[in-house]
């Protein structure tokens, strides 16, 4: 760890903040830490007393003046962590902050933050000479306490200064013992990065969502059930060292205790599985507290980057979250519910092709994931490196899948110009092997009603990637019709492919 480093302040005391705080005082270092509810600065500096390794480093502020004079003359420069919503909360801690920053000192932004603010932040922080370094940090609170993984982005002489701290922080990959961080490149591509993390999370999470009641709805199966497929999944193959995987499936062997969970979950009625007790709600995205699935969706628009699994993912997750609306919704619509899959097939044969379609909408998540930041990346000029992309999902963070890590690194490290992923031979042929199983199961989801957005639109999309007759034929022709926009034609030299432009053709189909 650098020796520059001896004292860090903490900015929020939250989840993440509070297991930042715990974790930092293990590596050593002097712990100040504020935020606006005093309660969570009290159980962070009240867990620290009773840890006899780290009693004595943590020290809790209530007035955010005392908090940042409290690192006044311990390390060559002021270096805080700011883990709080994002948007107006850390423009207001910052502006809070301004008078006590000094030339040199250095805020780390661990939160999750839109991009385009961080560089505002960053351009503000420099006219007083201070380095703003917008970082994702992967991996949820657990990974925080633990060690998480980390996209630093920003000015790079800043970044090398704490980089010594942030590798004694960040998860180790298990092959290498690597740590998981890596300086992605200059602005915000960190934040940019972090944010196509959690959009790749989002489809990943839809798929294996979809996949579990396949089985449950589809062909009758014990949550215990599931869970031991889920374990061999993770254990070998292409599902191998996959992180939700393998939470699926201690998610899906845990039972009520009875004595309850000693956090607040009352004493079990029974021995069922607390997955029964969850209700098929996801708020995170309505309520505006989790907003990079909804940015990723947005810039892959805006950059003409097709990214549909996770994007209906996303789509599915808003329609959870507004449940009222569903209940009345449900009684107008009158759909049937997910039923028992039936037929002639085995069902270990149906569960083969669901492992098959699950990493083969793995796989098309990350395609569509790094291609977005591969096409940010040259849009904005930011020089990120895609093999160092997939050298920090390694570990600590929740698309960590070795496999598919080990698919990809090799042929994309070193490589800053990319914008199909699946131009690689070895990722094609991976995708093509697939997506029979990928079909069948979405055919078979289809007929029994089944609920498979992201698993039915990584279908669509690999067919219309890799299609040469598309309806958009047609599509184009009306748009000729009502808008004269003119179209391309097939088979002649340098329209056919042809650059991405407006063809010179137009067709008067009716009179104006």
Request: proline share 5%.
């Amino acid at each position: 760890m650098s020796a520059a480093i001896k004292h860090i302040g903490v900015v929020g005391a939250g989840n993440m903040g509070s297991m930042m705080t715990l974790r930092f005082a293990e590596l050593g270092l002097a712990v100040s830490v504020w935020d606006v509810v005093k309660e969570n600065v009290d159980e962070v500096v009240n867990y620290s007393k009773d840890d006899k390794d780290i009693s004595g480093r943590v020290q809790g502020f209530y007035d955010i003046n005392e908090f940042s004079k409290s690192l006044d003359g311990k390390s060559e420069r002021k270096v805080f962590m700011f883990s709080i919503t994002h948007g107006e909360p850390a423009d207001e801690v910052l502006r809070m902050l301004k008078p006590d920053l000094k030339e040199g000192d250095i805020i780390l932004d661990g939160g999750n933050e839109h991009y385009r603010r961080t560089e505002r932040r960053q351009k503000e922080c420099a006219s007083i000479g201070v380095s703003w370094i917008g970082m994702g940090v992967s991996g949820g609170y657990q990974s925080a306490r633990r060690g998480p993984s980390l996209s630093p982005g920003g000015d790079a002489k800043a970044i090398e200064l704490v980089m010594p701290f942030l590798e004694s922080y960040a998860a180790k990959d298990p092959k290498t013992k690597t740590p998981c961080v890596k300086h992605m490149g200059p602005g915000g591509s960190g934040h940019f990065i972090k944010m196509v993390h959690n959009g790749i999370e989002g489809g990943m999470l839809s798929v294996l969502a979809e996949t579990w009641q396949y089985m449950h709805d589809g062909l009758g199966m014990e949550h215990t059930e599931i869970g031991d497929v889920f374990d061999k999944w993770n254990e070998s193959g292409e599902l191998r060292g996959n992180f939700l995987v393998r939470i699926g499936a201690n998610i899906l062997h845990t039972r009520r205790p009875k004595e309850g969970d000693k956090k607040g979950e009352e004493a079990s009625r029974d021995d069922g599985y607390v997955l029964d007790d969850v209700l098929d709600k996801v708020v995170q995205d309505d309520d505006n507290t989790e907003g990079t699935p909804l940015w990723s969706i947005m810039e892959s628009a805006a950059r003409h980057v097709s990214c549909p699994t996770l994007a209906v993912s996303h789509y599915m997750r808003i329609s959870s979250g507004n449940r009222p609306e569903r209940v009345q919704a449900a009684k107008k619509l009158g759909m049937s519910l997910p039923k028992p899959i039936e037929g002639t097939r085995e069902h270990a044969e149906i569960i083969e092709d669901l492992r098959k379609a699950v990493y083969c909408s793995f796989l098309a998540s990350f395609c569509q994931g790094l291609e977005l930041i591969s096409r940010a990346s040259i849009d904005e000029g930011w020089g990120v490196d895609l093999g160092d992309c997939l050298q920090i999902w390694r570990a600590g963070c929740i698309i960590q899948s070795d496999y598919i890590a080990d698919l990809l690194q090799p042929p994309l490290s070193g490589n800053k110009e990319l914008t199909n992923v699946k131009f690689v031979d070895a990722v094609a042929h991976e995708l093509h092997q697939n997506f029979q199983s990928l079909k069948r199961v979405v055919l078979e989801g289809t007929m029994f009603d089944q609920y498979i957005p992201a698993l039915s639109a990584t279908l669509e999309y690999l067919k219309y990637e890799g299609g040469l007759g598309l309806p958009t034929k047609f599509m184009e022709a009306q748009m000729d019709y009502f808008g004269a926009h003119s179209y391309n034609k097939p088979g002649i030299p340098g329209e056919d492919p042809g650059p991405v432009s407006k063809g010179p053709h137009h067709y008067e189909w009716a009179p104006a």
